[in-house]
């Protein structure tokens, strides 16, 4: 991995409330199957430490729990953009802003990387986001 953005992407990870084993399985596991990949950016998630890697032409989805690497070419995947601040007769599950990144692939290799606002201040991070999602599918 190229140093900086390798120790970006190990960064986040060490600031998720992780176990020792799952940390351990960050910083060595998946940092020997990326290798020397260039990281394009990435993303964590809080709440359950799975994070998405984006690389030049595809991305891989990391989840500590399971130790399960998933790698998608960026062709299989898709972005998918609700603002229902647009529609307030359809909100859902008080939601006013959902983008996910999704595959198209078998059952047990979907990928399923949802973001959702329920407050106005979330919004503009999760726009921020999505094109960052935009950029890279369009790159």
């Not at 910083?27 to 990435?42: F, Q, W």
């Not at 994070?51 to 998918?80: D, I, T, W």
Request: proline content about 4%; overall charge neutral; aromatic content about 10%.
């Amino acid at each position: 991995m190229a140093h900086a953005t390798s120790q970006a992407f190990l960064d986040s990870v060490a600031e998720l409330p992780l176990s020792d084993k799952q940390r351990d399985w960050y910083n060595v596991d998946v940092k020997t199957v990326l290798g020397s990949t260039r990281i394009v950016k990435h993303e964590v998630n809080q709440d359950n430490g799975d994070a998405l890697v984006f690389l030049k032409s595809s991305l891989m989805y990391c989840n500590p729990n399971e130790g399960r690497l998933q790698h998608f070419p960026r062709n299989l995947v898709h972005c998918f953009i609700d603002d229902f601040r647009m529609r307030r007769d359809k909100i859902k599950k008080n939601l006013i802003f959902r983008g996910e990144l999704f595959s198209v692939t078998p059952h047990d290799e979907q990928l399923c990387w949802i973001l959702e606002c329920k407050k106005e201040a979330e919004v503009p991070p999760a726009q921020k986001t999505v094109a960052g999602w935009m950029s890279w599918l369009n790159d």
